[in-house]
Structure formats: structure tokens, C-alpha cells
């Protein structure tokens, strides 16, 4: 059973950039990719974008693209998102998700962390 | 952009039927999936490629696919079942990009 666990709550503030961390246990990074999912409060999801551990290929959100940065240390087994330039509409439950490598892409998640609140505010 | 549509609400009896519809043009090529949210819970996958559930999903969770609508059928509703219910699919250009329909809230009467 694949486990993941994201790093603790953030306060930033406006402007500033926001780097959150997954760390998987039992993560077979060859035949897994992390995806990132975000969800502001009171809202639906909204996906990010994900990161094929394996070979580094990313597929960002095209909203996000030039604001988002998706990295993975496979010594560590550690998935980052980072994301810059921050405002209030950025604030959000980010959540971390494991899905298997089909052709190279992510098509769903099988297995999620507990997500970590980043909250925006001057 | 590629969008899914699903209904804000569904409101059902306790062993009754909940049918919760999504909604879109790319769904007759790529597979859609389910999740399902409770109030301070991670997501949890409870259909992957349109009908198939992982282990440990009750058999009441079911999923159907008509052209461009596929269904999430839940059949004899219990309380544990109330959560926030959404699809997900991906493009249909295969590169991998995900968009998720806007949830469905099933409250349990």
C-alpha cells in the first residue's frame, strides 16, 4: 500500500512562492507518476498538473504554466510543487497524488496524501 | 478548454438509488473515473476506466457510460455514502492533461 505524506500548513504572503513536499513509501517510481490537485476553500478540485518521476516529463495546467514548478528527488522518493508569484486566489488545500504511468502520462490518481493548506494573505 | 459538467446536488433516501451524471464532448474517446470526497478527507478513486472498482470499494458503487455522459450509480444508499462526488477525465489529445467536472454534492435524507 502506497503512502504519502505532505509537508505542514503554510502562511505566505502576497508575491511570495509557496514549495510543498510528498514523500512516498513503496513508491515504484518506473511504474508511477505524482500529480498535484488543489482545492480552495469550499470548492471543487482542480488539477494542477503531474510529474513522471521517471524521466522528468511534466504536463502543467496551462493556467498555472510559468507560476509552477514539479520536481522529484528519486533518492528520496520526495515529489515538490512549487508555485510563485502567489495572491489570494491562490489559497487552497494542495494535495499530492500517486497514478500510474500509462504511454508516459498520468490518467487518474490511485492514491492521494493528506494535503497541506497553503493559505495567501497580507 | 475541455470541461466536465456535473449536477451541484443529489438528494437521496437510505436504500434508495443515487445517479450522479457528468458531462462531456471527450468522454465518448477517454475514460472517465469517480472520486469521492468527505469533509476534511483526501479524495478517494472509486472507479477508474468508466465501471471498474478498485479493492475494497463496495459493490454498491457502479459506473456506466452513454456517449457523452457517463454515471455513477449508487445502489442502496447508506449514511457513510454523503460525500462530494466527482468525475475526472483527460483530454483527448493523449497528452495526459486531467480536468476534473465541478462535484456533486449527495446528501443523504
Known amino acids: 500500500q502506497v503512502h504519502l505524506v505532505q509537508s505542514g500548513p503554510e502562511m505566505k504572503k502576497p508575491g511570495a512562492s509557496v514549495k510543498v513536499s510528498c514523500k512516498a513509501s513503496?513508491?515504484?517510481?518506473?511504474?508511477?507518476?505524482i500529480g498535484w490537485v488543489r482545492q480552495a476553500p469550499g470548492q471543487g478540485l482542480e488539477w494542477m498538473g503531474w510529474?513522471?518521476?521517471?524521466?522528468?516529463?511534466?504536463n502543467y495546467a496551462q493556467k498555472l504554466q510559468g507560476r509552477l514548478t514539479m520536481t522529484a528527488d528519486t533518492s528520496t522518493s520526495t515529489a515538490y510543487m512549487e508555485l510563485r508569484s502567489l495572491s489570494s486566489d491562490d489559497t487552497a488545500v494542495y494535495y499530492c497524488?500517486?497514478?500510474?504511468?500509462?504511454?508516459?502520462?498520468?490518467?487518474?490518481?490511485?492514491?492521494w496524501g493528506q494535503g497541506t493548506l497553503v493559505t495567501v494573505s497580507s | 478548454s475541455y470541461e466536465l459538467t456535473q449536477s451541484p446536488s443529489v438528494s437521496v433516501s437510505p436504500g434508495q438509488t443515487a445517479r450522479i451524471t457528468c458531462s462531456g464532448d471527450?468522454?465518448?474517446?477517454?475514460?472517465t473515473y469517480w472520486y469521492q470526497q468527505k469533509p476534511g478527507q483526501a479524495p478517494v478513486l472509486i472507479i477508474f476506466?468508466?465501471?471498474e472498482r478498485p479493492s475494497g470499494i463496495p459493490k454498491r458503487f457502479s459506473g456506466s457510460s452513454s456517449g457523452t455522459t457517463v454515471t455513477l450509480t449508487i445502489s442502496g444508499v447508506q449514511a457513510e455514502d454523503e460525500a462530494d462526488y466527482y468525475c475526472?477525465?483527460?483530454?483527448?489529445?493523449?497528452?495526459?492533461?486531467?480536468?476534473f467536472g465541478g462535484g456533486t454534492k449527495l446528501t443523504v435524507l
Open positions: 497524488a500517486g497514478g500510474i504511468l500509462s504511454g508516459g502520462v498520468i490518467d487518474y490518481f490511485d492514491y
Open positions: 476506466e468508466d465501471n
Open positions: 513503496d513508491h515504484t517510481f518506473r511504474k508511477y507518476g
Open positions: 475526472q477525465s483527460a483530454d483527448s489529445s493523449g497528452s495526459g492533461t486531467v480536468v
Open positions: 471527450a468522454l465518448t474517446k477517454q475514460y
Open positions: 510529474i513522471n518521476d521517471y524521466n522528468g516529463n511534466t
